[in-house]
């Protein structure tokens, strides 16, 4: 998890072209493809916008391994949604074995969905990896989401890295002392690792509570963003287009 | 198990939005009560979310299949932090692992944050606390919480897989099916969450009793 974040990071600090769009624009344009691309349920759309997500990638220099992280976790629910039209939905019978039968209309439903998991989990992704996490959060509050949760996204995202750093320095000393040897030893390395993890998390959050008091700490999400550019305009111009093309068809 | 993005059709990944919506609220007028009297809990909260997100990633062995898995954590932090707090700190761990992992979605956050962070959280914590009312102890009041609030995410999720993807066949054979087919994985799953949930509160109760008795973090 730290690697992919850590690079997740650097990344989204990199500077790259889609690090330059507006994090506004980015969201507004995130939401919006995805609630066409669950609208028009299409496979032409979701093929279009997963390579579109692909090329974007690959041209603000994500890294490969990371690209195919994004797809890895939606990949197994993209058997399950095949595999249950084509055993719920349709008429045409291909295949059949006693009561349980396999539907051509069926099958092509659950592919249209497996494109549009696959499509939709790459557009969130593109958003993920191109915007800071302190941009992420004066977006969100520009789009007047509650402050109070944006400034626990803000502290969770600056909490994470160490707590999952003592999280694996932990578990890597519990390892080169066979702690997880086997299941058993494992059961127990796991209640060991969550417990003494909590009770650091614990007092740890006590401290940062007390200096955060100690010095009079204002709002964790301060800052602002500036008004849109060119590029920004380039963008909405870009996904027009994008959009305008598949409305058509 | 997350949902991801796109599994949903739009009418129901938009209906979902709407009950998560208010759990979330209450959650947020829940913790800004508690912070009015104590400010330094924001920085608690931003830890728990993180810790819940790290231990939601971290691997258990599952009794009976011979695989790791992961917990969800929430039974775990809605019995530390109560159920609404638990619901905001759960919906936040979401929101992040959608973005950082695709894990989940955003058209799919509020089914998600349902089954997850709500259904996970509320039901872990009611066992909890009736257990302990009926006189069981704290590691066997926490394992059985853990037990039945993983699985009522997994009893949710399939519920809201069913209703998106049950096709022309009826909604309750379409749950059945998914229910029971999953079952040889989840019942272990089950399991695992229930023993780690009861050995964390256990080792909290045995190593430092005042974090449990002391700054209201338990019910």
Known sequence: MAGASRRHDDIAWGGGLLTRIDPRVKIAGTVLLLAVN?????????????????????????????????????????IFAVASQALFSGEEVIASLGPVAIHWDGLLAGLVIALRILGGALVVVVLGVSTPMNHLALALRWFRV??????????????????????????EA?????????????????????????VRVY???????????????????????????????????????FLLIFMNI | MHIPEGMLPAGQAAAWYAPAAAFVAGGIVQV???LARAAEYKAMLGLMAAF?????LMPVPVPGIGTVSH???TPLAAILLGPFAAVLVGAVALLMQALFFAHGGITTWGANILSMAVAGSFAGYGTYVLARRLGLGLG??????????????????????????????????????????????????????GLFTAGVLVFIARQREDILKGVELAP
């Not at chain 1, 010095?215 to 287009?241: H, Q």
């Not at chain 2, 819940?52 to 939601?56: A, H, L, P, Q």
Request: proline share 5%; net charge positive.
């Open chain 1, 38 to 78: 669950l609208y028009l349920s299409s496979w032409a759309f979701s093929a279009a916008l997963a390579v579109a997500m692909l090329l974007l990638m690959t041209l603000g220099h994500v890294p490969y391994r990371r690209q195919l992280l994004a797809v890895a976790f939606p990949a197994g629910f993209t």
């Open chain 1, 146 to 171: 509650p402050l109070l949760f944006v400034e626990l996204l803000q502290l969770t995202y600056r909490y994470l890295f160490d707590i999952y750093a003592e999280f694996t320095r932990m578990r």
């Open chain 1, 174 to 198: 519990q390892r080169v002392r066979l702690g997880w040897s086997n299941r058993r030893a494992g059961l127990e390395s796991s209640r060991l690792l969550g417990g003494a993890l909590f």
């Open chain 1, 203 to 241: 007092d740890r959050g006590l401290r940062a509570g007390e200096a955060m008091r100690c010095r009079g700490s204002g709002p964790v999400v301060a800052g602002s963003l500036g008004r849109p550019g060119r590029i920004d305009l380039v963008s909405v111009a870009l996904l027009a287009e």
């Open chain 2, 32 to 34: 800004k009560r508690r």
């Open chain 2, 52 to 56: 819940v997100f790290v231990v939601s």
């Open chain 2, 71 to 73: 917990p969800c954590g």
């Open chain 2, 140 to 193: 066997a009041a926490a394992g059985l919480a853990g037990f039945l609030g993983d699985l009522a995410t997994y009893g949710v999720t399939s519920l809201q897989l069913a209703l998106g993807l049950h096709g022309d066949q009826s909604i309750p054979v379409v749950w059945a099916t998914a229910f029971v087919s999953f079952l040889p994985t989840q019942v272990p799953l089950a399991i695992a969450e």
